[in-house]
């Protein structure tokens, strides 16, 4: 799947030009200083989404707290997206994880609002990955985990792609979007324009 801007976009009081190249089974990552657009970009993608991916199937992982959930917890929110997707959700993929980390057998019992920022954030990675999609764009993943919980956030990228679902991954480290990525895109601010640039991996390496 090819994402462009025959004309430039407006975000907020920018303006940002785009083209990335979704290959099957691949990642891109996008890489991109703190406030640079990255988030923005991602929300756009998510409104516009019945224009531009029709009836693909697609997950979004955005900068959006669980925490307004309030009292609900993490067997709430599985059972709603159980009955909200339907044949879609990945049930395989839930039960691993809870034999993979058996703590959160009691975790997901916990308000959400009571969860630390790592465990949120852990939550709202697999309540997306439970989701089966075509395409999964990921902002920030990473975010607040610890060593073991980005390891298996690489194994479950990994684990999409060999299923052929293709990733858009955003980040301002380089690191962990080099661990996942075979294309790497940097958005690039300057003024009030924004435009997202191909980059090559000596490139980013350098």
Known sequence: ???????????????????????????????????SGKSSFFYYLKSQGHKIFKQSKVAFLT??????LGHLNGVD?????????????????????????????????????????????????????????????????????????????VELIEGKKLQHSSFLVTDHYQDFLLEVSEEMYEFILKENCARISKKIRHEVLS
């Open 63 to 68: 900068q959006n707290p669980l925490n307004p």
């Open 77 to 153: 929110l599985i059972k709603f997206l159980q009955t909200f997707l339907g044949e879609s959700f990945d049930a395989n993929l839930w039960h691993k994880f809870l034999n993979d980390f058996p703590l959160w057998k009691e975790l997901i019992l916990r308000p959400i609002s009571k969860l630390s920022g790592g465990e949120a954030q852990l939550l709202k990675v697999m309540s997306t990955f439970v989701q089966k999609a075509q395409y999964y764009f990921l902002d920030e993943p990473a975010q607040h985990l610890d060593q073991e919980k980005r390891n298996y956030l």
């Open 1 to 35: 799947m090819l994402l462009n801007s025959t004309n430039p976009i407006l975000l907020k009081h920018t303006t940002l030009s785009f083209e990335i190249e979704l290959r099957r089974g691949q990642c891109c990552g996008l890489w991109g200083e703190n406030g």
